[in-house]
């Protein structure tokens, strides 16, 4: 996939897969923890709901499960943050009555590879519209503080 254009050669390169692999997809959420890049849902034809692991290492994808009670629905335009061993998956979900009272967040522990209940997974009809999210962004924010007395 080398190719030179006018302002140079290209540098992305296809890495060759010997393995099963995500297919192409758009309006998924990505990020990284610990040497591994999550991929979950988004859209190719239809919606997916789907769950992925690459391992940067070892340049493999493994996919993980998304079938249990805890993990989402198909999602798209949501959002994926990584933060302490955790994924943060927020916002995505798609309009149906299932999903009306839903508080579109979910936790996946990284270290057990499981989908864990978030403790509060209804929104009241108060907060309803302010529950779904798309097309959004998630930004895990730290500080340092430093002590100056000397």
Same mark, same amino acid.
């Given at each position: 996939m080398q190719d030179m254009s006018e302002s140079g050669p290209c540098l992305w390169t296809r890495l060759p897969h010997s393995s099963r692999t995500p297919c192409d997809r758009y309006k998924h959420a990505c990020c990284s923890s610990g040497g591994h890049v999550y991929i979950l849902g *988004? @859209?190719?034809?239809? #919606?997916? $709901?789907? %769950? /992925? $692991? =690459? #391992? +940067?290492?070892?340049?493999?994808w493994t996919e993980l499960n998304c079938t249990s009670d805890a993990a989402p629905e198909e999602l798209e335009e949501h959002s994926m943050v990584a933060h302490e061993g955790f994924l943060y998956v %927020? *916002? *995505?979900? &798609?309009? #149906?009555? =299932?999903?009306? /009272? @839903?508080?579109? &967040? /979910? +936790? %996946?522990d990284i270290a057990q590879q499981k989908w864990v209940h978030w403790q509060s997974k209804k929104c009241s009809p108060q907060v309803h519209s302010a529950c779904h999210g798309e097309t959004h962004s998630n930004v895990y924010f730290f500080s340092i503080v430093t002590d100056n007395r000397m």
């Open positions: *988004g @859209r190719d034809n239809s #919606s997916l $709901r789907d %769950f /992925w $692991r =690459y #391992s +940067v290492v070892c340049d493999e %927020f *916002g *995505g979900l &798609l309009d #149906s009555a =299932y999903t009306k /009272w @839903r508080c579109p &967040l /979910w +936790v %996946f």
